[in-house]
């Protein structure tokens, strides 16, 4: 057994962070169906352009950094270099603060100026404030979760997204039923990200020797294609609802940002599986071992594909239902979109895996390549639906989206390394046809009786 395998233990991993996202995904569950009840539908809406806002503000200021730590510091761990890491660490760290605390001050000045940005918000100016200082402090929470991944620590980002998510949103719907409806969600939001950064200072502490340092250079010639790709990424998280809420509104963009945020609990999946492999096949790809590379993606693609398919097309039959029971029947109206990325979701697991496999290979290029030219046709399938057909562009464009990716991906790969994207996907099939089907009969059954 290799010191990388000892060090990444992939299946050790998976089962920490698929715990975590288990109780985070509960929390999520629990925080929407009661952001439903709390807040109407154009408050909603006004949230999830919130939450849209905070998403570009971090994906444009971090960038790639919290890639480039977790990929430097496993390589310099697998080369036995441990103040080469913990250099990346300080390195990734000062890049990260002086890139966004002046980011921070300059968009608190513009708060004033972009509040008309919010339709039918009765104190944007406020609303933007709270939000770019929750920005500052998850930008700073990836960066840290990105070191305890890279350094194989992976109960720390346990604890760490432990602590914030069911504190920043429980806070957060409390203010909210308080009286201070939308601005209560993103206060919460913030209150709980600077708690989460004292924390993750704390749990940081003496991971790795101190005195260590490492050139900017290799970091960011590795980042800027890589920023450039998780720009285009964001473009794939959040395109379709920037289009949606420009075209049509808050009042469209609540219960779709909703349907999507409740198919991304399958997502439970596959994230914990691609968090614990990055670092592996890093490691395994620096020391040229190829075929431990193929032979994770095989275990990998395996999990994926009899987890995602069966699970995403049960939740696809009995979307009304569960639209119905969890935000309630206003929301039904959305359940052709839930049912199509539901089907999606396996897509959607098996392309964040090849993303992830060409990011951990080095292969930039390659990755900005698919994750542009995919993204660039899923905005202009939802640019030119939704007027005709509402929210079901979004759907039909993030299908299209991920199809596009894997077919990119697997071309891109052919040369290097088997993929196995079709591991058990002959058992994947049926299994899902068994379960689904009979559940689409009988929420049927169900709808008319």
Same mark, same amino acid.
């Not at 379709?240 to 198919?263: R, T």
């Not at 990055?278 to 395996?302: E, K, M, N, T, W």
């Not at 939704?386 to 891109?412: D, K, N």
């Given at each position: 057994m290799t010191k990388s395998t000892d060090l990444y233990n992939v299946p050790r991993g998976t089962a920490f962070l698929t715990s975590q996202q288990l109780i985070l995904y509960a929390t999520y569950l629990v925080f929407y169906a009661l952001l439903a009840r709390i807040l109407n539908k154009v408050e909603v809406g006004q949230f999830a352009v919130l939450a849209l806002i905070q998403a570009l503000f971090v994906g444009v200021v971090s960038g790639s950094l919290p890639s480039a730590a977790t990929r430097f510091i496993s390589r310099s761990i697998a080369a036995g270099d441990l103040h080469a890491a913990s250099g990346v660490a300080r390195a990734t760290l000062r890049l990260s603060l002086a890139v966004v605390v002046p980011a921070v001050v300059i968009a608190l000045f513009l708060s004033p100026l972009l509040g008309g940005f919010l339709q039918g918000a009765t104190d944007p100016t406020n609303l933007l404030l709270a939000t770019f200082v929750s920005a500052l402090f998850a930008d700073l929470m990836l960066l840290y979760a990105a070191f305890f991944i890279g350094v194989g620590r992976y109960a720390q980002t346990l604890y760490q997204n432990l602590l914030y998510v069911p504190l920043s949103r429980g806070l957060g719907l409390v203010l909210a039923l308080l009286g201070f409806r939308v601005f209560g969600i993103m206060a919460g939001w913030a209150i709980g990200g600077a708690i989460t950064i004292l924390l993750s200072v704390y749990m940081w502490h003496g991971q790795l020797p101190? &005195?260590? @340092?490492? $050139?900017?250079?290799?970091?960011? &010639?590795? @980042?800027? $294609?890589?920023?450039?790709?998780?720009?285009?990424?964001l473009g794939q998280q959040w395109g379709d609802m920037g289009i949606v809420y420009a075209l049509l509104g808050p009042i469209a963009l609540g219960p779709y940002y909703l349907v999507v945020s409740s198919v991304s609990f399958l997502s439970i999946l596959w994230i914990p599986v691609n968090q614990a492999i990055y670092p592996a096949l890093s490691a395994a790809h620096s020391a040229d071992d190829i075929q431990g590379v193929s032979d994770r993606l095989a275990l990998a693609f395996r999990l994926i594909n009899l987890s995602a398919l069966p699970i995403g097309a049960s939740l696809a039959a009995i979307s009304p239902t569960a639209?119905?029971?969890?935000?309630?029947?206003s929301y039904v109206s959305e359940s052709l979109t839930m049912s199509i990325l539901s089907l999606s979701s396996v897509l959607v697991a098996q392309g964040a895996l090849l993303v992830t496999?060409?990011?951990a290979i080095g292969h930039t290029r390659q990755y900005l390549a698919v994750t542009f030219a995919s993204t660039l046709s899923f905005l202009v399938i939802v640019g030119l639906g939704a007027l005709p057909i509402g929210t079901l562009a979004g759907a039909v464009g993030r299908a299209i989206l991920y199809t596009l990716i894997v077919a990119m991906a697997r071309f891109s790969l052919r040369h290097t390394l088997p993929a196995h994207t079709n591991?058990?996907?002959k058992k994947a099939i049926p299994l899902a046809a068994g379960v689904s089907l009979p559940l689409l009969a009988i929420d049927q059954l169900l709808t008319i009786y």
């Amino acid at each position: 057994m290799t010191k990388s395998t000892d060090l990444y233990n992939v299946p050790r991993g998976t089962a920490f962070l698929t715990s975590q996202q288990l109780i985070l995904y509960a929390t999520y569950l629990v925080f929407y169906a009661l952001l439903a009840r709390i807040l109407n539908k154009v408050e909603v809406g006004q949230f999830a352009v919130l939450a849209l806002i905070q998403a570009l503000f971090v994906g444009v200021v971090s960038g790639s950094l919290p890639s480039a730590a977790t990929r430097f510091i496993s390589r310099s761990i697998a080369a036995g270099d441990l103040h080469a890491a913990s250099g990346v660490a300080r390195a990734t760290l000062r890049l990260s603060l002086a890139v966004v605390v002046p980011a921070v001050v300059i968009a608190l000045f513009l708060s004033p100026l972009l509040g008309g940005f919010l339709q039918g918000a009765t104190d944007p100016t406020n609303l933007l404030l709270a939000t770019f200082v929750s920005a500052l402090f998850a930008d700073l929470m990836l960066l840290y979760a990105a070191f305890f991944i890279g350094v194989g620590r992976y109960a720390q980002t346990l604890y760490q997204n432990l602590l914030y998510v069911p504190l920043s949103r429980g806070l957060g719907l409390v203010l909210a039923l308080l009286g201070f409806r939308v601005f209560g969600i993103m206060a919460g939001w913030a209150i709980g990200g600077a708690i989460t950064i004292l924390l993750s200072v704390y749990m940081w502490h003496g991971q790795l020797p101190r &005195g260590g @340092s490492y $050139p900017l250079r290799p970091i960011l &010639g590795f @980042s800027l $294609p890589v920023f450039a790709s998780a720009l285009i990424t964001l473009g794939q998280q959040w395109g379709d609802m920037g289009i949606v809420y420009a075209l049509l509104g808050p009042i469209a963009l609540g219960p779709y940002y909703l349907v999507v945020s409740s198919v991304s609990f399958l997502s439970i999946l596959w994230i914990p599986v691609n968090q614990a492999i990055y670092p592996a096949l890093s490691a395994a790809h620096s020391a040229d071992d190829i075929q431990g590379v193929s032979d994770r993606l095989a275990l990998a693609f395996r999990l994926i594909n009899l987890s995602a398919l069966p699970i995403g097309a049960s939740l696809a039959a009995i979307s009304p239902t569960a639209l119905d029971i969890v935000y309630g029947r206003s929301y039904v109206s959305e359940s052709l979109t839930m049912s199509i990325l539901s089907l999606s979701s396996v897509l959607v697991a098996q392309g964040a895996l090849l993303v992830t496999t060409l990011q951990a290979i080095g292969h930039t290029r390659q990755y900005l390549a698919v994750t542009f030219a995919s993204t660039l046709s899923f905005l202009v399938i939802v640019g030119l639906g939704a007027l005709p057909i509402g929210t079901l562009a979004g759907a039909v464009g993030r299908a299209i989206l991920y199809t596009l990716i894997v077919a990119m991906a697997r071309f891109s790969l052919r040369h290097t390394l088997p993929a196995h994207t079709n591991s058990s996907m002959k058992k994947a099939i049926p299994l899902a046809a068994g379960v689904s089907l009979p559940l689409l009969a009988i929420d049927q059954l169900l709808t008319i009786y």
